[in-house]
């Protein structure tokens, strides 16, 4: 059975409700990486060529980091971060709102941006690959087993007939959300369809040289030195609980020139040490302690942002926010860990 069960009966409401929206509004998760970025700006090129009577605005919450500022039509993109009244004005307007590659509307974060979707009068519509989704949206295509919402948008879109609707650019802001998602076709969701749609994407004029090219090969020196800085004197292992903590202080990232942006992708190289299936990143922003966590194998770390902190994500790459400090944040973290693998080790079968 295909992976992607979305029902006839839905794909033609939905076919019916996007030949009818006049304003159509497109909104990722706040912090947006390449999934959210590559998904929301996939899908409005995807909608203005197949609803050209329709005006599709897509709307990040926040400014997109540096390292995804050469995503194609970037430029198209509103923040809410720079122009507030715009993007309320645009979602006031809405007949149909899109959530792309979150799950909960409180992932938006701002109050204001969540009001103004709570008010709307649209029809909302989910696509996403996140647990558990808000029970209000009037169509929901929620898949925890995708890759990436990228490969949900390509499959929605071949199924609502828009294939030919799929520019070369669209194609390659999809496969740059799956590449990114994937961590390069590293992590989970390896099966036949994740390759069957970076094939199709490929097919469509997807340019793989410019991302991975992009995603690679320009990034600050103040980056390299930074990872070099936190995996020599910031790295803490825990061998009896497989597990790894990185830290890192807002004084620290000035210190090197970095932004936030610069730590994308430092959480997953302590799983390349042997013994090690849990690794946490533990960032001070300015204004809250932000956790990034990742695993390899059926370690749930999306339970253990959870439970810890009310975060959440997928089984192996999830994250939290927290108020407080570092210190604070670790030795939370730590405490539920413990619990959570002395859980699963009592549940393991005996011999
Ligand atoms: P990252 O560590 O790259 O920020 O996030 C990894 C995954 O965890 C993403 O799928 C993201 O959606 C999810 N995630 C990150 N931060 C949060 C958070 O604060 N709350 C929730 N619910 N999910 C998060
Ligand atoms: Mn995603």
Request: charged share 25%; glycine share 6%.
């Amino acid at each position: 059975m295909s992976k992607y069960q979305w029902s006839s009966d839905l794909v033609a409401s939905l076919h019916e409700a996007l030949a009818e929206s006049k304003r159509i509004v497109i909104l990722p998760h706040t912090a947006p990486d390449g999934d959210a970025v590559g998904s929301i700006l996939g899908w409005k090129l995807i909608l203005e060529h197949a609803c050209p009577e329709a005006e599709v605005t897509a709307i990040s919450p926040d400014r997109i980091e540096d390292y995804l500022r050469w995503m194609p039509h970037l430029e198209e993109l509103l923040s809410f971060a720079d122009e507030p009244e715009r993007c309320l004005e645009r979602l006031a307007e809405a007949d149909l709102i899109c959530h792309l590659d979150h799950n909960t509307i409180t992932r938006l974060r701002h109050a204001s941006l969540i009001e103004a979707v709570r008010t709307s009068g649209a029809r909302r519509l989910l696509i996403d690959h996140h647990l558990d989704p808000d029970p209000d949206f009037d169509y929901c295509i929620s898949l925890p087993n995708a890759s990436a919402t990228c490969e949900l948008i390509y499959q929605l879109s071949l199924s609502l007939g828009y294939r030919a609707a799929i520019s070369p650019e669209a194609a390659t802001l999809l496969l740059t959300g799956i590449i990114t998602d994937t961590g390069r076709f590293m992590y989970s969701h390896l099966c036949p369809e994740l390759f069957e749609t970076a094939s199709g994407l490929l097919a469509l004029g997807a340019d793989y040289a410019q991302i991975i090219d992009r995603l690679n090969y320009h990034n600050p020196e103040q980056q390299l030195r930074l990872q070099g800085y936190v995996l020599d004197r910031k790295l803490e292992l825990y061998p009896e609980l497989r597990a790894a903590v990185l830290t890192l202080s807002q004084q620290e990232l000035q210190q090197y020139g970095a932004s936030k942006g610069d730590t994308e992708g430092l959480v997953n190289l302590p799983l390349s040490i042997e013994g090690i299936d849990c690794s946490c990143f533990i960032r001070e922003d300015r204004s809250q302690i932000k956790l990034s966590l990742r695993s390899t194998g059926d370690f749930p770390v999306n339970e253990l942002a959870q439970e810890a902190f009310g975060g959440g994500g997928h089984r192996n790459a999830a994250g939290a926010e927290y108020q407080g400090s570092i210190e604070e944040a670790k030795n939370i973290y730590l405490c539920h860990l413990q619990r959570l693998v002395a859980s699963r080790r009592a549940a393991q079968p005996h011999d």
